[in-house]
C-alpha cells in the first residue's frame, strides 16, 4: 500500500557531493518523522539523519556538518545532500518515514530499498 522509492545514489570520489531522495506514495494519510539510515558491509544499519514535520532535525555524528537532510511536506519527499564525502561514507542508503494510513491509525515506519552509495579515494 505504501512505497518508498529512493534516487540519487551513485559513485564519487572523496571530497565529492550527492543528493538523494525518497518520495513515499499510496494510501498515506500522514507522515510524521522521515529519515535516512545506512548501512556498510559487516556493519550495523546506523543513524545519518532524521527529520520532523515541522523541520526539526537530527544528525549522526559521523556526518554532522557535511549532510544535510530536508523534506517537501507536499510531496512526501525527504532529500538528503551529502558534502565532503568520505571513503567511509560508503554504504547503502535507506529512507525510512513514519506514515500514518487513516486519521486514527499510529504511525509506522516503511523503509525503502536502499541506495548504493561509493566514495572512492
Known amino acids: 500500500q505504501v512505497q518508498l522509492v529512493e534516487s540519487g545514489g551513485g559513485s564519487v570520489q572523496a571530497g565529492g557531493s550527492l543528493g538523494l531522495s525518497c518520495a513515499a506514495s499510496?494510501?498515506?494519510?500522514?507522515?510524521?518523522?522521515m529519515g535516512w539510515y545506512r548501512q556498510a558491509p559487516g556493519k550495523q544499519r546506523e543513524l545519518v539523519a532524521t527529520?520532523?514535520?515541522?523541520?526539526?532535525?537530527n544528525y549522526g555524528d559521523s556526518v554532522k556538518g557535511r549532510f544535510t537532510i530536508s523534506r517537501d511536506n507536499a510531496k512526501n519527499t525527504v532529500y538528503l545532500q551529502m558534502s565532503s564525502l568520505k571513503p567511509e561514507d560508503t554504504a547503502v542508503y535507506y529512507c525510512v518515514a513514519e506514515i500514518r494510513l487513516t486519521p486514527k491509525s499510529l504511525g509506522r515506519p516503511s523503509w525503502g530499498q536502499g541506495t548504493q552509495v561509493t566514495v572512492s579515494s
Open positions: 527529520i520532523t514535520t515541522g523541520g526539526t532535525t
Open positions: 499510496g494510501t498515506i494519510f500522514s507522515i510524521n518523522a
